[in-house]
């Protein structure tokens, strides 16, 4: 079964420093990746997606993500957190049999002033 | 444009009531679906449309139904509420790319509590 693993509920980390929500994945085939943000009391908006070419993809708000094939995983990145991107990050994946998302199950990003 | 808009916003039932969810995009996305979200749990698909006529079944449909007489349109009906359905609801639009469906957008969402 196609799958995503966000193994991290919550990351901390301190306005101006560099962050990192991880995550892996499990699919049969080539992998489309995606990442979407939820602030609080929103829906859920695209972020970034990986579908070929370059591992390095960048996303809106200064956000990246690296693709790793042979670790299988998808981590986002910024280089610099703001407060401002404390939310809910969830990675998905594109079921290539069904065309369907599958969702992880989210990471809450905090980050201290 | 709109986006994807979600009425009500909020909404308490008893259980055993029936309800409609009401979800319409003005984008002209062929690809329509809901989502229900519970901690811990992300986002799961409940029923999808690829198209006006056409629904489909996602991971948790018990209890819930759908249809799709207009592209705009996509309501969910709870024909008699559990405890079990409170959560948070999303409807979801996209459009059809060469490699699938790709990118989603979201509608704000509903609450829904049942006693």
């Known amino acids: 079964a196609q799958s995503v693993a966000q193994p991290e509920d919550q990351v901390n980390v301190a306005e101006g420093n560099p962050l990192t929500v991880k995550c892996t994945y499990s699919?049969?085939?080539?992998?489309?990746l995606f990442w979407y943000v939820q602030y609080p009391n929103r829906g859920l908006q695209f972020l970034l997606k990986?579908?070929?070419?370059?591992?390095l993809v960048k996303g809106s708000y200064g956000f990246e993500a690296e693709f790793n094939k042979s670790q299988t995983s998808f981590h986002l990145k910024k280089p610099s957190a703001l407060v401002s991107d404390s939310a809910l990050y969830f990675c998905?994946?594109?079921?290539?049999?069904?065309?369907?998302?599958?969702f992880g199950t989210g990471t809450r990003l905090q980050v201290f002033p | 444009n709109a986006g994807v808009t979600q009425t009500p916003k909020f909404q308490v039932l008893k259980t055993g009531q029936s309800m409609t969810l009401q979800c319409a995009q003005d984008?002209?996305?062929?690809?329509m679906s809901w989502y229900r979200q519970d901690p811990g749990m992300g986002l799961r698909l409940i029923h999808y449309?690829?198209?006006?006529?056409?629904?489909d079944q996602g991971e948790v449909p018990n209890g819930y139904n759908v249809s799709r007489s207009t592209t705009e349109d996509f309501p969910l009906r709870l024909l008699s509420a559990a405890p079990s359905q409170t959560s948070v609801y999303f409807c979801?639009?996209?459009?059809?790319?060469?490699?699938?469906?790709?990118?989603?957008?979201f509608g704000p969402g509903t609450r829904l509590l049942v006693l």
């Open positions: 449309s690829v198209g006006a006529g056409i629904t």
């Open positions: 699919v049969s085939g080539n992998p489309y």
């Open positions: 998905a994946v594109r079921d290539s049999n069904t065309d369907k998302l599958i």
């Open positions: 979801a639009s996209s459009y059809p790319t060469g490699e699938g469906w790709e990118t989603q957008y």
């Open positions: 984008m002209n996305h062929e690809y």
């Open positions: 990986y579908i070929t070419g370059d591992n």
